[in-house]
Nanobody
Framework: HVQLVESGGGLVQAGGSLILSCAAS????????MGWFRQAPGKERELVAC????????SYADSVKGRFTVSRDNAKNTVYLQMNNLKPEDTAVYYC?????????????????WGQGTQVTVSS
């Protein structure tokens, strides 16, 4: 398993920006695709973005394309989520996760290791 710890959440006004970080320890971080998910109250957990081992390929939810950017620094065992032009509907707990498989899996059931989450609240 890989242990994951998210940070960087907080309260921001609509139109603002935040950078989330996810620090990994345990098994070799660079062996994993990494994903960012979010879950709002009363809603299912959804994929926000994911990034392959080398960082060469990424995938985004339609709702965040053009506003969010996922990146990783394998030397620092860290994956990032840059969130710009935040909207109230982006309010959720954000989680990073490592999957069972390679590629760009979008289904949460394909992810086996999860962080504890960080709250992002966007005020209107």
């Amino acid at each position: 398993h890989v242990q994951l710890v998210e940070s960087g959440g907080g309260l921001v006004q609509a139109g603002g920006s935040l950078i989330l970080s996810c620090a990994a320890s345990g098994r070799t971080f660079s062996s994993y695709t990494m994903g960012w998910f979010r879950q709002a109250p009363g809603k299912e957990r959804e994929l926000v973005a994911c990034i392959t081992l080398s960082g060469g390929s990424t995938s985004y939810a339609d709702s965040v394309k053009g506003r969010f950017t996922v990146s990783r620094d394998n030397a620092k065992n860290t994956v990032y989520l840059q969130m710009n032009n935040l909207k109230p509907e982006d309010t959720a707990v954000y989680y990073c996760a490592a999957p069972y498989t390679r590629g760009l899996p979008t289904n949460p059931s394909l992810y086996k290791d999860w962080g504890q989450g960080t709250q992002v609240t966007v005020s209107s």
